[in-house]
């Protein structure tokens, strides 16, 4: 078959294509029609559902039998979820701004194109923002690989009533950015976490450079103007704020990821591979500690991540964040849940979400 014929078949292919793709949006539109129908006066209606959502991609994936990769698969589908979603509702989502930061990338990979980025100062306004509804769901960076637990998220989540619902692991890589060369260099813009994650490269390559913290890796690029100073942040803040890259993949470690956790008024749905977030304190006796952790050993609950915290009352008194694997509709959860509470002086569940 000669180059004519084989684009006259993708031609054709197209065609099936785009009338599967308005097949697919009427009945999404019809489902949102019935949402509204059950739902009560003034309710607004859920549009975006992670557990549904995962579960389509997960079938999408098995279904595949190639050459497109699961990445490139992924990749589609979540741009006709996220327009199929926007035929019921446009969809608003607040993240740590401005444009061009880490989590700017995330919350356009998870919610697609066709939602509405709402850029908010600090993860305090995301989180804020999020429970006044004048955001649908926020986007919070929560923990780096490399530079460890992001503090003010932790916070946040123990004061506020939001839940989790969905998270997002995106590889992270930083660039250094200046007007200037890199002798000229005496002061470096970035965020907290950015500054943990180079600090080999910045004690080799500038060593003398006074570090000078801001509100988001795009902040420091729009303030890092004069030859003398320098942002650390991503490529595309770099370009967004006319800055020429004077080096790439700065980050100390190469394999360097950020979790993000999405916020809403909900925790996800089962749908048999989840993660759940629980918060609790433990009372001031020897042992406390080990008994609540004996309720999730007991019901054969894995735990993929323990964090202390100040608990913000009372001075030296510490509160725990625990991510297990599971929901808190399963069986082995809910018990667990339940002997953890008559061991702790309080326990809290903030959210589930697919694994």
Request: proline share 5%.
């Amino acid at each position: 078959m000669g180059l004519d014929e084989l684009r006259a078949e993708i031609d054709q292919i197209d065609r099936e294509l785009v009338d599967l793709l308005d097949r697919r949006a009427r009945v999404s539109e019809r489902v949102g029609q019935v949402k509204r129908a059950q739902a009560e006066p003034d309710q607004a209606i859920e549009i975006y559902q992670p557990d549904r959502e995962a579960q389509v991609l997960q079938r999408v994936v098995a279904q595949s039998k190639g050459p497109l990769s699961e990445p490139a698969l992924r990749a589609i589908y979540r741009e006709i979820l996220s327009a199929s979603r926007e035929l019921q509702r446009r969809l608003r989502v607040g993240y740590l701004g401005p444009v061009a930061t880490f989590a700017f990338e995330a919350a356009t990979r998870q919610f697609g194109s066709s939602a509405t980025l709402v850029p908010c100062r600090t993860i305090a306004d995301v989180f804020l923002e999020t429970q006044r509804r004048d955001v649908d769901y926020g986007v919070v960076p929560v923990e780096n690989s490399t530079g460890g637990v992001v503090a003010h998220t932790l916070d946040q989540l123990l004061e506020s009533d939001l839940q989790v619902c969905a998270q997002i692991q995106m590889p992270v890589s930083f660039t250094l950015a200046s007007n200037g060369p890199l002798a000229s260099i005496t002061r470096v813009y970035s965020h907290p976490q950015a500054f943990a994650q180079c600090r080999r490269w910045l004690a080799e390559n500038l060593p003398g450079a006074t570090q000078l913290e801001t509100a988001s890796t795009a902040a420091a690029a729009e303030l890092a103007q004069d030859p003398e100073s320098a942002a650390i942040a991503t490529e595309a803040a770099a370009e967004l704020y006319g800055l020429p890259v004077l080096a790439r993949r700065i980050e100390d470690v190469a394999t360097n990821v950020t979790r993000f956790l999405v916020i809403g008024q909900h925790a996800s749905g089962s749908t048999g591979r989840d993660q759940t977030a629980v918060v609790f304190g433990v009372n001031d006796r020897v042992g406390a500690l080990q008994d609540a952790l004996r309720s999730l050993a007991e019901n054969g609950i894995n735990l993929t991540r323990i964090e202390s915290r100040p608990s913000r009352r009372r001075i030296w008194e510490y509160v725990f964040f625990v991510d297990l694997d599971g929901h808190p509709e399963d069986e082995a959860v809910a018990r667990a849940l339940v002997g953890l509470r008559a061991s702790c002086s309080f326990v809290r569940v903030l959210g589930a979400w697919p694994a």
